[in-house]
T-cell receptor, first 113, second 115 residues
Framework: EAQVTQNPRYLITVTGKKLTVTCSQNMNHEYMSWYRQDPGLGLRQIYYSMNVEVTDKGDVPEGYKVSRKEKRNFPLILESPSPNQTSLYFCASSFFAGGYGYTFGSGTRLTVV | QQQVKQSPQSLIVQKGGISIINCAYE??????FPWYQQFPGKGPALLIA?????SEKKEGRFTISFNKSAKQFSLHIMDSQPGDSATYFCAAIPILTGGGNKLTFGTGTQLKVEL
C-alpha cells in the first residue's frame, strides 16, 4: 500500500529535550515536506526537500531542522523544543515538486511542557 | 501574507442540506485548485480538484465552482451526510505558470453535519 508513515503518533516531551519525528514514504517520491497544523492557522509548511541532500525552508522553519540522506526518509528534528512548538505535525510527499498530488501521513501530535 | 483565504472557519449543516465553503486567492499564477478532506486523527487527503479552464467540476455529491475573474472558488457538498463531518482545506498551486510552484493552503473549515 502506498503510504507515508510517521512516528510516533503522539509525543509528550519537556522543554529543551531534543526529539526526532520520523517520516518514511514507499512511493519513490522526490518531493517531501513537513507541515504543522494549528487551529485557525491551517497547514503551514516548515521545511521541504526536492530530493536527496536538497532541503529548504518553508514558511515557519524557526526551531526545526531536517535532513534527507535517503530518498524515502525525511526526519524532522527539534533540537530544543519549546511550548510554542506544541502542534499537530504532518509529513507529506509527492511525485511532483511543490506538492501537486500530495500524500499525507497520519500526523504526530506533539506536546511540549 | 495569506495567499488563499478560506471561509467560514466552522460550519454546521443539517443532514441532507448543502454545505458551502468559499476560498479566494490573490496570486494569478495559481492554476490548480485542490480541496483536501481531513477526518479526525488522519492526515488530509485529496478530495477533488479543478483547473481554471473550467467553471465547475462535479464528483458525486461534491462540486467545485470556479470564478476566475473574481479569483474565487468554492466547494459545495450536496445532500450532506454525517460522514462528511471533517475539516476541509482549499489549496492552490502554480504548475504550468511556474513561479516557484508550492501548494498554498487555506486555513481550513470544520464541517459538522447534524442528524
Amino acid at each position: 500500500e502506498a503510504q507515508v508513515t510517521q512516528n510516533p503518533r503522539y509525543l509528550i516531551t519537556v522543554t529543551g529535550k531534543k526529539l526526532t519525528v520520523t517520516c518514511s514514504q514507499n512511493m519513490n517520491h522526490e518531493y517531501m515536506s513537513w507541515y504543522r497544523q494549528d487551529p485557525g492557522l491551517g497547514l503551514r509548511q516548515i521545511y521541504y526537500s526536492m530530493n536527496v541532500e536538497v532541503t529548504d525552508k518553508g514558511d515557519v522553519p524557526e526551531g526545526y531542522k531536517v535532513s534527507r540522506k535517503e530518498k524515502r526518509n525525511f526526519p524532522l528534528i527539534l533540537e530544543s523544543p519549546s511550548p510554542n512548538q506544541t502542534s499537530l505535525y504532518f509529513c507529506a510527499s509527492s511525485f511532483f515538486a511543490g506538492g501537486y498530488g500530495y500524500t499525507f501521513g497520519s500526523g504526530t501530535r506533539l506536546t511540549v511542557v | 501574507q495569506q495567499q488563499v483565504k478560506q471561509s467560514p472557519q466552522s460550519l454546521i449543516v443539517q443532514k441532507g442540506g448543502i454545505s458551502i465553503i468559499n476560498c479566494a486567492y490573490e496570486n494569478t499564477a495559481f492554476d490548480y485548485f485542490p480541496w483536501y478532506q481531513q477526518f479526525p486523527g488522519k492526515g488530509p487527503a485529496l478530495l477533488i480538484a479543478i483547473r481554471p479552464d473550467v467553471s465547475e467540476k462535479k464528483e458525486g455529491r461534491f462540486t467545485i465552482s470556479f470564478n476566475k475573474s473574481a479569483k474565487q472558488f468554492s466547494l459545495h457538498i450536496m445532500d450532506s451526510q454525517p460522514g462528511d463531518s471533517a475539516t476541509y482545506f482549499c489549496a492552490a498551486i502554480p504548475i504550468l505558470t511556474g513561479g516557484g510552484n508550492k501548494l498554498t493552503f487555506g486555513t481550513g473549515t470544520q464541517l459538522k453535519v447534524e442528524l
